[in-house]
């Protein structure tokens, strides 16, 4: 075995190539050439002398040699970044760098704030915020930490409760003037809504009353988005009315460009999470901006304590 060929730089291509099922994607990652990531794996294995992936055109599957590799580099990878940050924390210097992926509505409308806000607080950190709507998984990925409204089913990953998300029923002045104002549950029907399509179940809208009676009633609209942005738009154009997060729509609700109807009436509160990847949770930055966001996430509007 040629042991000189077994480099920390060949084991994070091996490690992430596995992870990612391809090498355009971590050359990507990595900031270096495809055919640098293909030597990388190819000396890996000289050294070694057993096959770690098997490739062809069109994908990267992983040897049962290179899937016991797999789990020990991990491990030991994990363990020199363990060992990295506690080294900076001994001289008093927080630094490197953190992933954190967020909803894309919740980032742009509130997480962005508390990642500027982090990053005031700890100059030497750098973080790769992404926002996207998709359930990556992390891993696969190289997050750090997932911000997450809704319910999950990431077993293998931690999970920290944030809080709850309040929802309201909203429209614009200019639609309710045009179609009325709805007083009771039974007239929502008549309506236009603004569905989102990516919400489960967003054809029904399920309110408590004030007796606290649930009520499900039918819920429609000409108009579905995929986006919370977009269905902020449409709201305050008067495209219809809807449920909607009151962190998304509070300025307009203060302005008056938009009206809270039926406010004796509540919608179930979406919890909010913090999904770590176990690997990544002893990190000191990384405990450091889990710590950031439980102390923040209670003061953005209409998000009670979990």
Same mark, same amino acid.
């Not at 990431?154 to 002045?173: E, F, I, T, W, Y």
């Not at 986006?227 to 738009?233: C, I, K, S, T």
């Given at each position: 075995?040629?042991?000189?060929?077994?480099?920390?730089?060949?084991?994070?291509?091996?490690?992430?190539?596995?992870?990612?099922?391809?090498?355009?994607?971590?050359?990507?990652?990595?900031?270096?050439?495809?055919?640098?990531?293909?030597?990388?794996?190819?000396?890996?294995?000289?050294?070694?002398?057993?096959?770690?992936?098997?490739?062809?055109?069109?994908?990267?599957?992983?040897?049962?040699?290179?899937?016991?590799?797999?789990?020990?580099?991990?491990? =030991?990878?994990?363990?020199?970044?363990?060992?990295?940050?506690?080294?900076?924390?001994?001289?008093?210097?927080?630094?490197?760098?953190?992933?954190?992926?967020?909803?894309?509505?919740?980032?742009?409308?509130?997480?962005?704030?508390?990642?500027?806000?982090?990053?005031?607080?700890?100059?030497? =950190?750098?973080?790769?915020?992404?926002?996207?709507?998709?359930? =990556?998984?992390?891993?696969?990925?190289?997050?750090?930490?997932?911000?997450?409204?809704?319910?999950?089913?990431?077993?293998?990953?931690?999970?920290?409760?944030?809080?709850?998300?309040?929802?309201?029923?909203?429209?614009?002045?200019?639609?309710?003037?045009?179609?009325?104002?709805?007083?009771?549950?039974?007239?929502?029907?008549?309506?236009?809504?603004?569905?989102?399509?990516?919400?489960?179940?967003?054809?029904?809208?399920?309110?408590?009353?004030?007796?606290?009676?649930?009520?499900?009633?039918?819920?429609?609209?000409?108009?579905?988005?995929?986006?919370?942005?977009?269905?902020?738009?449409?709201?305050?154009?008067?495209?219809?009315?809807?449920?909607?997060?009151?962190?998304?729509?509070?300025?307009?609700?203060?302005?008056?460009?938009?009206?809270?109807?039926?406010?004796?009436?509540?919608?179930?509160?979406?919890?909010?999470?913090?999904?770590?990847?176990?690997?990544?949770?002893?990190?000191?930055?990384?405990?450091?901006?889990?710590?950031?966001?439980?102390?923040?996430?209670?003061?953005?509007?209409?998000?009670?304590?979990?």
């Amino acid at each position: 075995m040629d042991k000189s060929n077994i480099s920390l730089e060949r084991l994070r291509s091996f490690v992430r190539v596995v992870e990612r099922g391809g090498l355009s994607a971590v050359a990507r990652e990595l900031g270096i050439g495809q055919s640098t990531v293909t030597r990388h794996l190819r000396e890996l294995e000289e050294a070694l002398g057993v096959p770690l992936l098997s490739r062809t055109t069109r994908r990267v599957t992983v040897t049962e040699e290179g899937r016991r590799y797999y789990t020990r580099c991990v491990q =030991i990878l994990r363990l020199l970044d363990q060992a990295a940050a506690e080294a900076r924390s001994a001289r008093g210097a927080e630094a490197g760098t953190i992933r954190l992926s967020c909803s894309a509505a919740f980032g742009v409308r509130q997480a962005s704030r508390l990642v500027f806000a982090f990053q005031d607080r700890y100059p030497d =950190i750098d973080v790769d915020f992404n926002l996207t709507d998709e359930r =990556i998984d992390l891993v696969r990925e190289g997050v750090d930490l997932a911000l997450r409204l809704g319910p999950l089913n990431d077993s293998n990953l931690k999970l920290r409760p944030l809080g709850r998300s309040q929802r309201l029923l909203v429209a614009s002045p200019e639609y309710l003037a045009l179609h009325g104002t709805p007083t009771s549950i039974e007239a929502l029907s008549r309506h236009q809504g603004v569905r989102m399509t990516n919400v489960a179940g967003s054809d029904t809208l399920t309110l408590q009353g004030p007796d606290g009676r649930q009520h499900a009633v039918p819920f429609g609209g000409r108009l579905r988005v995929d986006h919370g942005l977009a269905a902020r738009e449409a709201f305050a154009a008067g495209r219809g009315l809807g449920p909607v997060h009151h962190w998304l729509v509070g300025d307009l609700l203060a302005s008056g460009r938009l009206v809270r109807i039926l406010p004796d009436y509540t919608l179930p509160p979406v919890p909010i999470n913090l999904l770590i990847v176990p690997e990544r949770a002893g990190i000191a930055r990384v405990r450091l901006l889990i710590d950031f966001l439980v102390e923040k996430i209670k003061d953005i509007p209409g998000m009670e304590q979990a």
